[in-house]
């Protein structure tokens, strides 16, 4: 079976691609989560030409590497952002991704105006996406981002309106206590069912305080997270996040030592 375990290349926001890939295979990782998000963390850009896609493949056997999902946040509540997700989906399509994690708005999905037009523009456009993602075996992993995704209760509720089997969570514990104000292992029952990703990303402080440290120093109980999960026979990639105290960010040998660290905390919950 392949390693379900896997880490972001966003742990290396400000790294080159080469770097983020030399240290999360050191870690004794073998799958990835690819960063492709425009004006944050874009290791591999969305308009990456066919000898861009070539050099991210050799990068990535010489590596060991398999990405397990691409991190391709895209505003979906616009034309122009549908446009950006659909070279998203030509990413996973080259490159043989098999999931894609998006908030309905972007990055960081925090809009407050009118929810429910931004939902209605949202159900709109997501169905013929995944409708276009299905035709090629990629799933769309909708995260706890803010927004109409603050919480993982939130997501279910949408992800059951948006009725494609090939549309599930991807839940990220530290998203929801920062964006939502809400503890995941409370929250967590109601999405489990509907978790097709997880990030492992740890918080501290509290709603709105940017603080996503070495998994295991921070206040999630990862324990609880896991049992929820395994109780509903969850199997999918679960992709280590350390976001760390915001920009900049460590040193390089700081992320190395960490993520080593969070892999060995994790291990204990995933196989």
């Not at 240290?23 to 874009?42: F, H, Q, R």
């Not at 279910?156 to 920062?178: H, Q, T």
Request: charged content about 20%; glycine content about 12%; aromatic content about 6%.
């Amino acid at each position: 079976m392949a390693d379900r375990l896997a880490a972001s290349t966003n742990c290396y926001h400000g790294s080159t691609l080469e770097e983020a890939l030399a240290g999360i295979a050191a870690a004794g990782l073998s799958g990835v989560e690819l960063s492709s998000v425009p004006g944050w963390t874009e290791h591999v850009p969305r308009d990456a030409s066919a000898a861009d896609l070539d050099r991210v493949r050799g990068l990535l056997a010489e590596h060991g590497l398999a990405p397990v999902s691409l991190s391709g946040h895209s505003d979906l509540v616009s034309d122009e952002g549908v446009a950006e997700f659909r070279r998203a989906l030509r990413l996973c399509r080259e490159l043989g991704i098999p999931l894609v994690t998006t908030s309905t708005g972007g990055h960081a999905d925090t809009s407050a105006g009118d929810v429910e037009a931004q939902r209605e523009r949202f159900l709109a456009r997501i169905g013929p996406l995944a409708d276009e993602a299905a035709t090629d075996g990629i799933g769309i992993c909708l995260e706890t981002h803010g927004g109409l995704l603050a919480t993982g209760a939130m997501a279910a509720d949408l992800v059951r309106r948006i009725g494609r089997p090939n549309v599930g969570i991807n839940y990220d514990p530290g998203n929801v206590i920062f964006y939502g104000d809400t503890r995941p292992e409370d929250d967590i029952t109601a999405a489990a069912p509907l978790v097709t990703h997880v990030h492992v990303k740890d918080q501290i402080g509290g709603a709105g305080v940017w603080h996503f440290p070495e998994v295991g120093t921070g206040e999630v109980d990862f324990a609880a997270i896991f049992a929820a999960l395994d109780a509903v026979g969850f199997a999918g990639p679960c992709s280590i996040e350390l976001e760390f105290q915001g920009e900049p960010w460590p040193p390089r040998e700081e992320i190395d030592r960490a993520l080593v660290a969070s892999v060995a905390h994790v291990r204990r919950f995933v196989d």
